[in-house]
T-cell receptor
Framework: DSGVTQTPKHLITATGQRVTLRCSPR?????VYWYQQSLDQGLQFLIQ???????AKGNILERFSAQQFPDLHSELNLSSLELGDSALYFC?????????????FGPGTRLTVL | GQSLEQPSEVTAVEGAIVQINCTYQ??????LSWYQQHDGGAPTFLSY????GLEETGRFSSFLSRSDSYGYLLLQELQMKDSASYFC????????????FGKGTHLIIQP
């Protein structure tokens, strides 16, 4: 158990819909990262927040957005969902800002878009 | 372009040693991380090489050569539980950017 929690574990929705994935980092960790893992694209970095501020942006689509709240939990919002958005979404946390520090991954949310 | 290359699959025998290579082509390279992921599980951190040379952590070691744009993960005294996927990931931008992961190497351990 990494100490990072993600809800929900599974999510099934339809194309065109909007969903919100939630992540609670390890106690005391200020950095939260979001990743998408699919068979064809592999594990892709989406976005990082550090202490409430966006710090780094990866291959995140404009239909996707995220935020980190004062209590440091984070949410990833996915809108106008397409079939290709079906994937495993991981959240990771770290105590420091730089990505080379050990990141602790949550169990993931499996999103299925029908 | 920017790329990370690692073998898709490696097979080894229990108790043996295996090396998983990772070559990269990128600008702004800062360092190389390694993560392990069991089927159905989440990635877990193994090591980070910010400098050239070997980093050892128990049965696992990781190596980086910036001049060759090459790194590897060495697993010794292989155990069945080491069967998993192993990802190299490069860090760029002075650590200010996120991790860029390779496609992963599926390690199969045979008894």
């Amino acid at each position: 158990d990494s100490g990072v929690t993600q809800t929900p574990k599974h999510l099934i929705t339809a194309t065109g819909q909007r969903v919100t994935l939630r992540c609670s980092p390890r106690s005391g960790d200020l950095s939260v990262y979001w990743y998408q893992q699919s068979l064809d694209q592999g594990l892709q970095f989406l976005i990082q927040y550090y202490n409430g501020e966006e710090r780094a942006k990866g291959n995140i689509l404009e239909r996707f957005s995220a935020q980190q709240f004062p209590d440091l939990h984070s949410e990833l919002n996915l809108s106008s969902l397409e079939l290709g958005d079906s994937a495993l979404y991981f959240c990771a946390s770290s105590g420091a800002a730089a990505a080379y520090n050990e990141q602790f991954f949550g169990p993931g949310t499996r999103l299925t878009v029908l | 372009g920017q790329s990370l290359e690692q073998p898709s699959e490696v097979t080894a025998v229990e108790g043996a040693i295996v090396q998983i290579n990772c070559t990269y082509q990128t600008s702004g390279f800062y360092g190389l991380s390694w993560y392990q992921q069991h089927d159905g599980g989440a990635p877990t951190f193994l090591s980070y090489n910010g400098l050239d040379g070997l980093e050892e952590t128990g049965r696992f070691s990781s190596f980086l050569s910036r001049s060759d744009s090459y790194g590897y993960l060495l697993l010794q005294e292989l155990q069945m539980k080491d069967s998993a996927s192993y990802f190299c990931a490069w860090v760029s931008g002075g650590g200010a950017d996120g991790l860029t992961f390779g496609k992963g190497t599926h390690l199969i351990i045979q008894p």
